[in-house]
T-cell receptor, first 122, second 108 residues
């Protein structure tokens, strides 16, 4: 149980195009999902917190108009990188927190990670 | 300030050795996660703990709340354990703060 998928796993696009990345919780509901990015040999950096049915909360320095987040259902959040540029090339990872204070997957703070999406902008 | 330090940064060991990775943090936490990241990039959540000790197979995680310190141990290490191990505390909210990771290489 507690599987999170991401699609696509790898994407190459031209500069100026937009890319959508999907994050799905496959066997649980997630009111809250998180989007991270990771540069080579660096730590994960939280970009934004995605809440189902409301606007995402972005971390300082992350452009909300460039990184559009939509969390339309309890099992799906999407990150769209708009007008992508080579500096947006990175590894993007999502995580999902099961809805509820406790239950099958443990406690309130548990998060399950997706396999990541490697974005290359040419 | 919420800070996390991991040690060592890099660790190379022979197959079968007992491995210890350490994590220290600066202020009180609600929980601490140990994550494993393989070369392909995918992350697996190994443990989440807020006190005491947890064991899963050959992996053991301990935490000392008073000393603000956690350790991850691997018994009978195997080359497939080679990965980056990341300590990530929750500093009182739902967000995780990530350590810089420990790159573990197990040599056959």
């Amino acid at each position: 149980g507690a599987v999170v998928s991401q699609h696509p796993s790898r994407v190459i696009c031209k500069s100026g195009t937009s890319v959508k990345i999907e994050c799905r919780s496959l066997d649980f509901q997630a009111t809250t999902m998180f989007w991270y990015r990771q540069f080579p040999k660096k730590s994960l950096m939280l970009m934004a917190t995605s809440n189902e049915g409301s606007k995402a909360t972005y971390e300082q320095g992350v452009e909300k108009d460039k990184f559009l987040i939509n969390h339309a259902s309890l099992t799906l959040s999407t990150l769209t990188v708009t007008s992508a540029h080579p500096e947006d090339s990175s590894f993007y990872i999502c995580s999902a927190r099961p809805t509820g204070l406790a239950g099958e997957f443990g406690s309130y703070n548990e998060q399950f990670f997706g396999p990541g999406t490697r974005l290359t902008v040419l | 300030k919420n800070e996390v330090e991991q040690s060592p940064q890099n660790l190379t060991a022979q197959e079968g050795e007992f491995i210890t990775i350490n994590c220290s943090y600066s202020v009180g936490i609600s929980a601490l996660h140990w994550l494993q990241q393989h070369p392909g990039g995918g992350i697996v959540s190994l443990f989440m703990l807020s006190s005491g000790k947890k064991k899963h197979g050959r992996l053991i995680a301990t935490i000392n709340i008073q000393e603000k310190h956690s350790s991850l141990h691997i018994t009978a290490s195997h080359p497939r354990d080679s990965a980056v191990y990341i300590c990530a505390p929750n500093f009182g909210n739902e967000k995780l703060t990530f350590g810089t990771g420990t790159r573990l290489t197990i040599i056959p």
